[in-house]
């Protein structure tokens, strides 16, 4: 570690002397910024010119990539070796979408081939169901495909679907994740259960919320249908065949993975399944074939010019660097405002880490908090503090040229106006001379200029990247996703730390089942701290009523 602080205390020095120029300095000095600080992968550019960095901050930045071993770790990853050191695990959700034929081995076994029998055996189920022959157990076609499951058995699935909507025709697929009463009744409530699959969504199939919720659609299978009769209404994918069985779904139903899938990763594998069903075969192939290409270039691209390694060098100095708290995700885009919960997921259980590999303390901060919402519904909320508060929060813009309603032109232009013109004020911001030059050509008092004017000074330079594409379809998105996918991982090697557990969320499953013994009537132990005794008490008292 004793190099790494040094490489962060030389590009702290590198930041304090370019913090005399401001970002907008940068683009008056430099023409070609926009050329030099940005990268183009087929139809794809990652703009990170409005980051305020220079050469200098890029190359020691390279130096940190170089120190970390990050291209020697990316290539433990693909290669299958246990790179998830504490849970003992390979991690090769690259091998899911992997169009190389080349082998992979975990164990001294060729994963390859299996996959290729579980993806074969989801196009034929997939192509069965949009092409009625399999049917349900009145002999109907199935119209609506629910998805029970939660973490990565949800977020993925319901955001790649919302995505792609225009690719999504047949069926219609709904998600159920919390345990919440009211999100498994509002779904269930308008549909039938007579043309209505249920996907059991589970890597482990023990998660309390899946299960609890599994079981509460198996008895609303039940009321109008026999025990035998509403088996085939579910499908379930996971790792854990006899739990399946035990639940009542035949083996030929089951569609498996394999422990080296992380929840978080697990989009490509069968957790896929209400994609493929809402999309179709060919979209959902295009989407794997996306990802495959981004693949490829993290594993072939020189640093400089590797996407996922460049912008996770950008999170480095962003979070190491500038010590910026958290980072904002803005696509521009309605059909991917589960993006960011998606990337919450990916991003903050990979890398919100306080130990390093080894378990050590870390001396250095790990994943930053990211949050987002699409613009421009998020300009006319939160931006105020991104333009004019006291955090400077970096800004990654995400744009598609071409939108699919290709009669609502005006719609898309004022969109991809917005998005430039946010990233542009947030740079060159509106100093108070401006703002009160713009106030006297108002007509304004000098008195109501002075009294107005340090409101609307907006101090800009802050910094955001912009992502733009030509369109979001089923391949792009699967570019989009890779590429987080490996920026999450470029950032975890440089912090050294094991982006493929998740422990911290063990804690509050276990201390959520001893709260339900005491919810269920058992005596509250007299150790208990007083609000959760306060808590539980109240509970008692207003249970009934
Ligand atoms: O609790 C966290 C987590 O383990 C996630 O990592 C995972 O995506 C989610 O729960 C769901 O797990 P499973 O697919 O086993 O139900």
């Known amino acids: 570690m004793k190099e790494i602080d040094m490489l962060f205390k030389e590009l702290k020095e590198i930041k304090t002397k370019l913090d005399k120029n401001l970002?907008?300095?940068l683009f008056k000095s430099n023409p070609k910024r926009f050329e030099e600080f940005s990268l183009s992968l087929d139809e794809m550019i990652l703009d990170y010119s409005k980051v305020h960095i220079n050469k200098d901050a890029l190359?020691?930045?390279?130096?940190?990539?170089?120190?970390?071993?990050?291209?020697?770790?990316?290539?433990?990853?693909?290669?299958?070796?246990?790179?998830?050191?504490?849970?003992?695990?390979?991690?090769?959700?690259?091998?899911?979408?992997?169009?190389?034929?080349?082998?992979?081995?975990?164990?001294?076994?060729?994963?390859?081939?299996?996959?290729l029998i579980e993806l074969e055996k989801m196009k034929n189920f997939t192509n069965d169901i949009r092409n009625a022959k399999i049917l349900s157990s009145s002999n109907e076609k199935f119209t609506d495909i629910v998805n029970i499951g939660i973490g990565g058995s949800h977020l993925g699935p319901e955001m790649v679907t919302q995505a792609l909507s225009p690719y999504c025709n047949t069926l219609k697929v709904h998600f159920?994740?919390?345990?919440?009463?009211?999100?498994?009744?509002?779904?269930?409530?308008?549909?039938?259960?007579?043309?209505?699959?249920?996907?059991?969504?589970?890597?482990?199939?023990?998660?309390?919320?899946?299960?609890t919720n599994a079981n509460t659609a198996k008895k609303w299978f039940q009321n109008s249908l026999s025990e035998e009769?509403?088996?085939?209404?579910?499908?379930?994918?996971?790792?854990?065949?006899?739990?399946?069985?035990?639940?009542?779904i035949s083996d030929d139903r089951v569609f498996g993975f394999w422990n080296w899938v992380g929840g978080r990763y697990s989009i490509w594998s069968a957790i896929g399944l209400s994609v493929m069903l809402a999309i179709g075969v060919e979209n959902f192939d295009e989407f794997l074939s996306g990802a495959f290409e981004i693949d490829e270039h993290f594993k072939?691209?020189?640093?400089?010019?590797?996407?996922?390694?460049?912008?996770?060098?950008?999170?480095?100095?962003?979070?190491?660097?500038?010590?910026?708290?958290?980072?904002?995700?803005?696509?521009?885009d309605q059909r991917l405002s589960s993006f960011p919960r998606y990337v919450q997921q990916l991003d903050m259980e990979s890398n919100g880490k306080s130990v390093d590999s080894r378990g050590n303390e870390l001396s250095i901060k790990s994943g930053p908090i990211v949050w987002g919402e699409p613009g421009t519904n998020a300009q006319h909320s939160f931006f105020q503090l991104l333009h004019q508060g006291t955090n400077i929060i970096p800004c990654e813009f995400m744009i598609a040229v071409n939108n699919h309603e290709e009669d609502m032109q005006m719609h898309n232009d004022l969109l991809i106006a917005n998005c430039f013109a946010q990233s542009q004020a947030l740079m060159n911001g509106r100093n108070l001379d401006e703002v009160k030059e713009i106030l006297k050509e108002s007509g304004l008092s000098e008195d109501m200029i002075e009294e107005l004017a340090p409101h609307k000074v907006f101090k800009g330079n802050r910094p955001s990247s912009t992502l733009i594409y030509k369109k979001l379809d089923p391949k792009t998105l699967g570019k989009i996703i890779a590429l987080y996918e490996h920026r999450v991982f470029v950032e975890g090697a440089v912090w050294d730390i094991d982006s493929f557990d998740q422990w911290g969320v063990e804690l509050g499953k276990e201390l959520a089942s001893k709260m339900l013994t005491y919810i269920k009537g058992d005596e509250v132990a007299k150790s208990i701290d007083s609000s959760s005794r306060g808590l539980l008490n109240t509970v008692k008292l207003w249970n009934k009523d």
């Open 229 to 248: 009769e509403s088996n085939l209404h579910f499908v379930a994918l996971s790792t854990a065949l006899e739990k399946t069985k035990a639940f009542g």
């Open 23 to 25: 970002l907008s300095d």
């Open 300 to 332: 072939t691209a020189p640093l400089e010019e590797n996407m996922p390694i460049v912008l996770g060098l950008l999170g480095i100095w962003h979070r190491n660097i500038c010590d910026y708290e958290t980072r904002a995700l803005l696509p521009y």
């Open 59 to 115: 190359s020691k930045l390279f130096e940190v990539a170089v120190e970390t071993k990050i291209e020697e770790k990316r290539d433990s990853m693909f290669s299958g070796e246990k790179i998830n050191n504490t849970e003992n695990r390979a991690v090769l959700h690259t091998a899911l979408r992997s169009k190389s034929n080349q082998s992979v081995y975990v164990d001294g076994k060729d994963v390859i081939p299996d996959i």
């Open 176 to 211: 159920v994740s919390n345990i919440d009463s009211s999100h498994i009744e509002d779904t269930l409530k308008d549909l039938n259960p007579s043309t209505t699959l249920v996907i059991v969504a589970s890597k482990t199939f023990t998660t309390i919320e899946t299960m």
